[in-house]
């Protein structure tokens, strides 16, 4: 229990530090942890394949996307932040966030729960790689070349110049 309670405050951390952060970049790079935790979640319930996807999905594709999308729109250093967000956004931020955290903490203590089904056929790791290289890896390679179609065409797009007003 321990463990968990650790994993549960470094990703929590994390994500208030994420949230925290007026850099984009550092918000992006920051929330890595936070998908590192969940990954980890996964481990510790034994679910390997899942905490093996969210790594490889989250932590590295999701990241990946939001950094070059993030360096791709910005103009320049010089461009003007954001302001900081008022006092009452923040206020009405912690009341939906404890608002969900009430009804979540409702739903786990809750004492219904039915008993877990067993499944009859369980799949090992093993065999769901051995299906995606298998008979599944044709798929698998469109729909890789398909994600690195779409992530160039975006890359193209952000990336020409836009054209001056004149006056």
Known sequence: MIVLALIAAVMLASAACA???????HAALLLIFTWAGIASFYLWAG???????QLLIYAGAVSMVVLFAVLLTRQSLDDP?????PNRRSAGAIATGGAVFAVMAYAIFD???PAPVTPSHTLTV???????MGPHAAALLIAGIILTVALLGATVIAAQDKPEDSP
């Open 111 to 113: 004492e219904s729960f």
């Open 47 to 53: 679910a390997e394949f899942v905490a093996f996807a």
């Open 126 to 132: 093993r065999q769901i790689g051995s299906q995606l």
């Open 81 to 85: 932040l954001d302001p900081p967000t």
């Open 19 to 25: 949230l925290s952060r007026r850099n984009l970049i």
